[in-house]
């Protein structure tokens, strides 16, 4: 290479080293940007321990969150099926769990609650005081479920079910909203004590008032998405952006066929899962 040529490339190769050597612009925390917090990927120092996990059979998804330093973990609506998987990854991360929470009286699977309790010592099982169901810890509106520094607060969202309820992070940051509120869609209310009136109430009332950036995980997913936020579901949820008269009439002319399984899971539900097991 002749000196002239380096000559001229100096500036633009000192340059290219100061672009990849500089420091990430520093985000203030009370811009927008900083407000967001990564539950589906990276997580902050502070936020709990976080993993999504997923049944096929029934499209469900099982939500792990534990504190970091106690180690002390809760699980949200386990699946039968797949609590031996469930039960390794908590080994494996070292934790220990405390609480297994449904967030409604499931039609389409069998709870892993019932097995969980047989399987891990001193574990506690929570759902809805209106579920129904069988349960060591009956939750109300407002109820809160401690692990470690952490907790998740109860938001009755019935509608779906008599006895559905979302979970919220203390930050408002995540809200696990079982079958009341899907990515683009809602669960159905044509059983189950089902009401399109009450759920259109619940999903605007008690979840389309958190934070726009809180992420939504749902129950299920039947498309391979994986979470949503308020802020997207308020704009392009087909269902629950049409007028309350408008959601009424779409949910009583689904005319879907009743969930397989509905005639086993529902009963042994009732019962934390431990029918005929």
């Not at 704009?235 to 009439?249: A, C, H, M």
């Not at 066929?257 to 019962?271: C, F, G, M, Q």
Request: net charge neutral; charged share 25%; with cysteine.
């Amino acid at each position: 290479m002749s000196a002239a040529l380096l000559h001229r490339l100096k500036p633009a190769v000192s340059v290219a080293s100061r672009v990849w050597s500089c420091k990430p612009p520093r985000i203030e925390p009370s811009s927008a940007a900083a407000s967001v917090r990564l539950y589906s990927g990276l997580m902050e120092p502070r936020a709990p321990l976080f993993r999504q996990l997923f049944e096929s059979e029934s499209s469900t998804y099982t939500y792990l969150l534990a504190d970091a330093d106690s180690r002390e973990a809760v699980l949200i609506d386990p699946v039968l099926e797949t609590v031996d998987r469930d039960l390794q990854l908590i080994n494996d991360l070292g934790l220990t769990l405390k609480v297994a929470l449904n967030t409604h009286c499931h039609a389409d699977h069998i709870t892993g609650t019932g097995l969980l309790k047989k399987k891990v010592f001193g574990l506690k099982s929570a759902i809805s005081k209106h579920s129904g169901a069988a349960a060591d810890i009956q939750l109300s509106e407002g109820d809160r479920i401690s692990f470690g520094k952490h907790c998740l607060t109860v938001r009755e969202t019935p509608g779906h079910t008599d006895g559905c309820v979302t979970y919220v992070s203390e930050d408002e940051g995540m809200a696990f909203t079982g079958d009341a509120l899907l990515i683009r869609g809602c669960g159905r209310t044509d059983f189950q004590q089902g009401s399109p009136h009450r759920l259109y109430e619940s999903v605007h009332k008690k979840i389309f008032t958190l934070p726009g950036h809180c992420f939504i995980y749902p129950a299920h997913d039947y498309k391979g998405q994986t979470v949503s936020t308020v802020d997207e579901e308020k704009k392009f949820n087909p269902r629950l952006t049409k007028t309350l008269q408008e959601f009424v009439n779409i949910m009583n002319n689904l005319n879907l066929p009743k969930p397989k399984k509905i005639d086993i899971s529902v009963p042994a539900n009732l019962v934390c899962g431990l029918h005929d097991i």
